[in-house]
């Protein structure tokens, strides 16, 4: 079946910190991959996404390259704020006809102290 | 533009009682998903629709939950009767167009039942 394992939170890093969270699926052909983050109190968020092998993703500082050798879609980003803090899942939408279900990992919360 | 808008933002109910959840998504999406997070999960699936449809209900337990989507913009999620194991927080999200568009989450309901 379709599945997406990410890092376990929480993860806590200093301001200006190198950040990564690791994302793998598992999924029958080439699905597309997101990255979604919830700030408190408020919705999900699309952060960024990639459709095929070797898309990279990015946006506010962060980036994920699609890795299909890997099966991995690990989000990075290269100096974090405190204003990073947030809830932080992977996602994947299966190849397949007709369907737009995201299938969420867990989520990993991040903590980013001053 | 206005977002996916929920209500409530919270509800507290005693088990074996009614309860349900109402959606506006974006003007013009023709496409809602209800989704059920629970605490330290990933958001996931309990149906979709394209407009008035529900084309994906297969995750919906139907022996208790019920949807509607009357002429294709708002949309109403019961609980009947709710069951401790049903707290969690629901998400509503919409989508415009063909499959693999952007979903826009709204900010959930979150359901407590004692």
């Known amino acids: 079946g379709n599945s997406v394992t990410q890092t376990e939170g929480p993860v806590t890093l200093s301001e200006e910190a190198f950040l990564t969270i690791n994302c793998t699926y598992t999924?029958?052909?080439?699905?597309?991959l997101f990255w979604y983050v919830q700030y408190p109190g408020e919705g999900l968020q699309l952060l960024l996404k990639?459709?095929?092998?070797?898309d990279k993703g990015s946006n506010k500082g962060f980036e994920a390259t699609y890795r299909k050798e890997t099966t991995s879609f690990h989000l990075e980003k290269g100096s974090v704020q405190v204003s990073d803090s947030a809830v932080y899942f992977c996602?994947?939408?299966?190849?397949?006809?007709?369907?737009?279900?995201?299938?969420f990992g867990t989520g990993t919360r991040l903590q980013v102290f001053p | 533009e206005a977002g996916v808008v929920q209500s409530p933002r919270y509800k507290i109910i005693e088990k074996k009682q009614p309860v349900a959840f109402w959606c506006n998504p974006i003007?013009?999406?023709?496409?809602l998903y209800w989704y059920l997070q629970n605490l330290g999960q990933g958001p996931e699936l309990l149906i979709r629709?394209?407009?008035?449809?529900?084309?994906?209900d297969s995750q919906l337990p139907k022996d208790r939950f019920s949807a509607e989507r009357l002429k294709g913009v708002d949309s109403t999620l019961k609980i009947q009767p709710a069951e401790l194991g049903d707290s969690a927080v629901y998400l509503c999200?919409?989508?415009?167009?063909?499959?693999?568009?952007?979903?826009?989450f709204g900010p959930g309901t979150r359901l407590t039942v004692t």
């Open positions: 999200a919409s989508s415009q167009g063909l499959a693999g568009n952007e979903q826009y």
């Open positions: 003007s013009g999406h023709n496409t």
């Open positions: 629709y394209e407009n008035e449809e529900a084309v994906d």
């Open positions: 999924a029958t052909g080439y699905p597309s």
């Open positions: 990639a459709t095929k092998a070797d």
């Open positions: 996602a994947l939408i299966p190849l397949s006809y007709n369907t737009d279900k995201l299938i």
